[in-house]
């Protein structure tokens, strides 16, 4: 039999909520992990193959994200077992039913997350008046838009290469998961002098050493497209993204990326700079702290 509380510890999490309502095909799981320093905040993840270690994991990584940034904020995360390339119709009356079923859970605010976005936040404030991420017509920050993530993560890789030595004029940049942050970073970092030489989606990685055509590439996923979609570039397979040469490695999409039967293939890069939270498992994450530490002396 499953250990329901196997999460559990000082921290949290305060509440997993399995939400199932068979009517409308909706599963989900929220988790609200923490709110010593105010109501949970975190994003609405869509996904065929979500799990709830992974709405904990992510609700755990917003309470420390959150408390660190000192926001009025405690972590929390949500996770929808469906499709986010569904009919936008099926996916509206699948959002607007998780906002019903979270209605009560007012310790938690909604956010945009993988899957999910300015117009699904509006389904949902519409349903419950509560979510962030909004869309700027409904007064909110249009963070995709501005690319709000990928700006912050192309200034911290920023400060990371002045301790490393690495100049971002040439820096050969690969992104692992080019959707709306992994795009956003590959063209703040190419506005310093970085080169794109490989990227990755659902169809597989392109790459060039070179250097890719990145504003043909951000036309083709603003055209719904995938990367494989481009005439130029090597096409090889998803997990190829990890072997491609390069002196900034940026995972941007799903958790664990990085694990224990890989991590010796990245070990050797210059600048690891996650795009998003729990890139790497507790397999890959020794290995990734022992090189920041010989860093460090």
């Known amino acids: 039999m499953e250990d329901v509380f196997r999460f559990a510890d000082d921290l949290g999490p ?46 755990r990584a917003m309470t420390f994200k959150n408390a660190a940034a000192g926001l009025p904020h405690g972590g929390g995360k949500s996770v929808i ?38 117009l699904a936040m509006g389904w ?40 490393i030595g690495l ?7 690969v992104v692992q998961g080019f959707g709306s942050v992994g795009q956003h970073a590959a063209r703040f970092l190419a506005e310093k002098g970085a080169v794109l030489v490989a990227a990755s989606d659902t169809s597989g990685t392109i790459t060039d050493q070179e250097g890719l055509d990145l504003a043909a590439l951000l036309a083709l996923k603003a055209e719904g497209r995938a990367l494989h979609d481009h005439p130029r ?3 090889l397979g ?33 600048d690891l700079c996650r795009g998003r939270i729990s890139r790497w498992d507790r397999g890959g994450s020794p290995c990734v702290y022992r090189r920041e530490d010989s860093r460090q002396h």
């Open 238 to 270: 998803m997990e190829a993204v990890i072997d491609v040469p390069c002196d900034i490695w940026i995972p941007a999409a799903r958790p664990d990326v990085i694990h224990g039967d890989n991590v010796a293939r990245q070990c050797g890069r210059r």
């Open 124 to 163: 949902i404030k519409d349903e419950i008046g509560r979510a962030v991420g909004l869309a700027r017509e409904i007064g909110g920050i249009p963070l995709d838009e501005i690319g709000a993530t990928g700006f912050g993560l192309a200034v911290a890789i920023d400060v990371a290469r002045e301790r």
């Open 167 to 173: 100049s971002l004029t040439g820096a050969r940049v």
């Open 233 to 235: 570039g090597r096409k």
């Open 81 to 118: 077992f469906a499709d986010p390339k569904m009919l936008l119709s099926d996916k509206e009356r699948l959002i607007r039913g998780f906002a019903e079923a979270i209605a009560d859970l007012k310790e938690y605010i909604p956010g945009p997350d993988m899957g999910t976005d300015e």
């Open 14 to 59: 305060l509440k997993l909520v399995h939400i199932h309502r068979s009517s409308i095909g909706l599963k989900a799981v929220v988790a609200i992990d923490n709110v010593a320093c105010g109501p949970a905040i975190g994003g609405v993840r869509m996904a065929p193959d979500v799990s709830t270690e992974e709405a904990f994991r992510l609700a």
